[in-house]
């Protein structure tokens, strides 16, 4: 079955860095869409990133454009989201999502169960 399985969460200072992992198995990881989304606290979800399996061509929410940056080793079944210059506002817990086909366009089917990231002082 389709398992997604988050690291690399933790507690960093305001302009610090870290790097999430997304470790994938039970499916054909090379072929579909990737994403991260995020849930910061008492809000709902918001989309952070995509990566299409076709070019790896990447997407990213205005909040994020510039500091994050995903990528994806198929050789590895494994989705990263490198994040720099981390804000207070960053802070939420932070899910990999599979897309429902190469594209990314027609949505996400199977989440992982997240990584919290605290950006404070």
């Known amino acids: 079955q389709v398992q997604l399985v988050e ?3 933790g507690l960093v200072q305001p302009g610090g860095s870290l790097r999430l992992s997304c ?3 039970g499916f054909t990881f090379s072929i579909y869409a990737m994403s991260w989304v995020r849930q910061a ?3 709902g979800l918001e989309w952070v990133s995509d ?10 929410a ?4 510039g500091r ?17 210059s981390l804000k207070p506002e960053d802070t939420a817990v932070y899910y990999c999502a599979k897309g ?8 996400m089917d199977y989440w992982g169960k997240g990584t919290l990231v605290t950006v404070s002082s």
């Open 68 to 84: 994050f940056t995903i990528s994806r080793d198929n050789a590895k079944n494994t989705l990263y989201l490198q994040m720099n």
């Open 7 to 9: 690291s690399g969460g």
């Open 23 to 25: 470790a994938a198995s």
């Open 41 to 43: 606290p008492g809000k």
């Open 100 to 107: 429902v086909d190469w594209s990314g366009y027609y949505g």
């Open 51 to 60: 990566i299409n399996s076709g070019d790896g061509t990447t997407y990213y």
């Open 62 to 65: 205005d909040s994020v454009k």
